[in-house]
């Protein structure tokens, strides 16, 4: 490893700090420090250009983000497996920075030396294809069909596999991956699933029918889901980054992505560590 990249919540001083005095140990050290755009502009030097925060981790041979999960998922999403992310936690609520502050030196100091676990976390391929118009995406957490303030309901139709499922209407659909299962899906009644399991969760917001439920799919099949009625305002929100305006007609697939997300784990706890404490589950043995 001879290129860091580092990308802080800009928002946050305490997080800001952390990211500056890591890059000048990192630089002490002889590694060339990266920082993201926004991050750099901050803690750089004056005039310097900066990688935007989608090619950060292209450019890097390990990743440090210091924030919350959305200041992750902002640079992890693009990341290739080859590079170990360690995403340190300086918020309140973080699945996916699991990494406490107070353990994060112990923690660089084993990555920088090789001796760390991390988990290759899957990703979804989205596409939404319209009359005029073809973008695709790359998703870690999920990839959300919802609608704006004053739309109607929304009509979808659902297939997996190429085999048709059923049509829903709803406020919207939540296609999760297994690490975005504690996200806006767990928020909308959908089941958790352990991270590292090959399932693609589909989770109806506030369906018209109380039937409709929340399905697990194995993440080999792909999700075909055609908006059906006209409704103004209905969206298609990435990782809860990006949202593009989609329309009746338009065609939404996800499909499992051939490239992974190298997640560092903390060696103080595990995944129901994290469960039990983001949660409040009951106290441990």
Sequence with gaps: MRTVGIS???????ALQLAGSTARELSKRGYRVLFDEDTGQLLGNPGESWPARA??????????????????LSVARYAPARVPIIGVNMGTLGFLTE??????????????????????????????????????????????????ALARII?????????????????????STPTGSTAYNLSAGGPIIYPTMNAVVLTPICPHMLSN????LPDYLRVD????????????????????????????SVN????????????????????RGKLKWGEGR
């Design 155 to 175: 009509e979808m139709s659902v297939e997996v596999g190429g085999q048709f499922v059923s049509s829903y209407r709803a406020d919207g659909m939540i296609v």
């Design 225 to 252: 889901i055609t908006i059906v009625s006209p409704s103004p305002e209905v969206y298609l929100t990435l990782d809860g980054q990006e949202g593009i305006p989609i329309a009746e007609g338009t065609l939404v």
């Design 99 to 148: 990494i406490r502050v107070e353990e994060f030196q112990e923690v660089l100091d084993e990555v920088l030396g090789g001796e760390y676990l991390a988990e290759q976390r899957v990703t979804f391929d989205v596409s939404a294809e319209g009359p005029d118009f073809r973008s695709s995406y790359r998703v870690l957490n999920d990839a959300v069909i919802n609608k704006g």
């Design 213 to 216: 439920r929340p399905i697990v």
């Design 256 to 275: 499992k992505s051939d490239r992974t997300v190298a997640l560092v784990q903390s060696p103080n706890k595990n995944y129901f560590d994290v469960l």
């Design 55 to 72: 090619d950060l981790a292209d450019q890097s041979d390990l990743l440090i983000t210091f924030g919350g999960d959305g200041t992750l």
């Design 8 to 14: 802080a919540k800009i928002a946050s001083e305490e």
